[in-house]
């Protein structure tokens, strides 16, 4: 398992690499990164996720269908209420960078990157799993997590659940569940299965384009608490919690990968749309998604 995992974190890395020599060669520029993106999460991320979750989900598995939404979400909640007491290693009386601390807490990269260590675990069909998981999480993010960064902000910020993905979800799994995938005709299937296998490398590239911005580099003493809390601490007592619950051995091995996930790029996004530390959302989920190469594979080779 450790080496699979290894080998899914290159793979991250590599795609990475290609957008930020992308960035530096002058292929992808500033304004062209949020036009990719929006392409991306609304209309190809949609199409992998509805033919995921239509190949993957199990009738016969409908009974413990819940359960992930409900790992996801308790893991936001859990996650934040350790945050308010971890905030205070900050050292500082910052409240900017306190409510923005708060908000790394919530919110880890649940889909992008453990969509590839996923797949080289477990195969294409666990994918429907972890957009499941997405979907509590989610809900937490865009309650809580925007919530803790400017609670006047949480009413619009709820709008922003309901995606495209979040609508394809939904779809996926009641035809999933009703009629079955032989209602949807095999040539439009192969059209969004094929659509759809872009969306992954595409945003990985994109988000690798974005961590190449100057000044996203800088090591400061909030910046090392928050790598410390993020991918020790949290991911430490979420296991231990996790171990406590009658969880199923896939549930949990599958839920352990998502909370051992760095800072998400996206918090530089949500901090300067609601509110919150833009200069430390960057640095942390710059410097958190580096060191996820090592504290990942360790993390797994103790556990498993």
Request: proline share 4%; glycine share 8%; hydrophobic share 55%.
């Given at each position: 398992?450790?080496?699979?995992?290894?080998?899914?974190?290159?793979?991250?890395?590599?795609?990475?690499?290609?957008?930020?020599?992308?960035?530096?060669l002058?292929?992808?520029?500033?304004?062209?990164?949020d036009?990719?993106s929006?392409?991306?999460?609304?209309?190809?991320?949609?199409?992998?996720?509805?033919?995921?979750?239509?190949?993957?989900v199990?009738?016969?598995?409908?009974?413990?269908?819940?359960?992930?939404?409900?790992?996801?979400?308790?893991?936001?909640?859990?996650?934040?209420?350790?945050?308010?007491?971890?905030?205070?290693g900050?050292?500082?009386?910052?409240?900017?960078?306190?409510?923005?601390?708060?908000?790394?807490?919530?919110?880890?990269n649940?889909?992008?990157?453990?969509?590839i260590?996923?797949?080289?675990?477990?195969?294409?069909?666990?994918?429907s799993?972890?957009?499941?998981?997405?979907?509590?999480?989610?809900?937490?993010?865009?309650?809580?997590g925007?919530?803790?960064?400017?609670?006047s902000?949480?009413?619009?910020?709820?709008?922003?659940?309901?995606?495209?993905?979040?609508?394809?979800?939904?779809?996926a799994?009641?035809?999933?569940?009703?009629?079955?995938k032989?209602a949807?005709?095999?040539?439009?299937?192969?059209?969004?299965?094929?659509?759809?296998?872009?969306?992954?490398?595409?945003?990985?590239?994109?988000?690798?384009?974005?961590?190449?911005?100057?000044?996203?580099?800088?090591?400061t003493w909030?910046?090392?608490?928050?790598?410390?809390?993020?991918?020790?601490?949290?991911p430490?007592?979420?296991?231990?919690?996790?171990?406590?619950?009658?969880?199923p051995?896939?549930?949990?091995?599958?839920a352990?990968?998502?909370?051992?996930?760095?800072?998400?790029?996206?918090?530089?996004?949500?901090?300067?749309?609601y509110?919150?530390?833009?200069?430390?959302?960057?640095?942390?989920?710059?410097?958190?998604?580096?060191?996820?190469?090592?504290?990942?594979?360790?993390?797994v080779?103790?556990?498993?």
């Amino acid at each position: 398992m450790t080496q699979k995992i290894i080998l899914a974190i290159i793979e991250i890395f590599g795609l990475f690499l290609i957008g930020g020599i992308a960035r530096r060669l002058n292929y992808i520029k500033d304004s062209e990164v949020d036009r990719w993106s929006r392409l991306t999460l609304d209309i190809f991320l949609p199409m992998f996720t509805f033919s995921t979750i239509l190949n993957g989900v199990d009738r016969g598995a409908i009974k413990e269908l819940w359960i992930w939404p409900a790992i996801g979400l308790g893991q936001v909640l859990f996650a934040t209420t350790m945050g308010f007491i971890l905030q205070y290693g900050l050292h500082g009386k910052d409240a900017v960078r306190r409510r923005t601390f708060l908000h790394f807490c919530a919110f880890n990269n649940y889909t992008y990157l453990p969509v590839i260590i996923f797949r080289n675990l477990w195969g294409e069909e666990s994918l429907s799993m972890l957009f499941l998981m997405g979907v509590g999480s989610a809900l937490g993010v865009w309650t809580i997590g925007v919530a803790v960064l400017n609670a006047s902000n949480v009413k619009s910020a709820v709008k922003n659940v309901v995606t495209p993905n979040l609508v394809s979800i939904i779809a996926a799994l009641i035809i999933a569940l009703t009629v079955g995938k032989s209602a949807i005709p095999d040539l439009l299937m192969h059209v969004i299965s094929r659509a759809g296998s872009i969306a992954i490398p595409l945003i990985l590239i994109l988000i690798g384009s974005s961590l190449m911005k100057k000044g996203y580099l800088r090591i400061t003493w909030p910046v090392v608490w928050i790598s410390v809390v993020r991918l020790v601490i949290l991911p430490f007592f979420s296991i231990m919690i996790l171990k406590m619950l009658p969880l199923p051995r896939h549930i949990f091995e599958a839920a352990v990968i998502v909370v051992l996930m760095p800072i998400a790029v996206a918090t530089v996004f949500m901090t300067r749309r609601y509110g919150g530390h833009p200069d430390y959302a960057a640095s942390g989920a710059v410097i958190t998604t580096l060191l996820s190469m090592i504290t990942v594979p360790v993390a797994v080779w103790l556990l498993f």
